[in-house]
């Protein structure tokens, strides 16, 4: 079975930092790129970055572009997602995504002003 587990989210104020980590069991996690996904409340789930299989390519989307960095390390079925100067809009349940396929439960970010 494969499960992926998000974890690392929180309350912070703005300009402050997090670090989300998903790791993944029941799959070969070296074999497959993971992706990091928000919904914030009344909004539609939107991507925020991606790794592939190697961790050597990396996409980040725009808002997020300068503050956020994904990584991984396979030794540990894990990937992170970095965040810095974080905004009371980046206030979301962020999900772990692997092989556009399987996702986590979510870990809610809140960011006060």
């Known amino acids: 079975e494969v499960q992926l587990v998000e974890s690392g989210g929180g309350l912070v104020q703005a300009g402050g930092s997090l670090r989300l980590s998903c790791t993944v069991s029941?799959?070969?996690?070296?074999?497959?790129?993971i992706g990091w996904f928000r919904q914030a409340p009344g909004k539609e789930r939107e991507g925020v970055s991606c790794i592939g299989s190697r961790g050597a390519s990396t996409h980040v989307a725009d808002s997020v572009k300068g503050r956020f960095t994904i990584s991984r390390d396979n030794a540990k079925n894990t990937v992170y997602l970095q965040m810095n100067s974080l905004k009371p809009e980046d206030t979301a349940v962020y999900y772990c995504?692997?092989?556009?396929?399987?996702w986590g439960q979510g870990t809610q970010v809140t960011v006060s002003s």
């Open positions: 029941g799959f070969s996690f070296d074999d497959y790129a």
């Open positions: 995504n692997a092989a556009g396929t399987h």
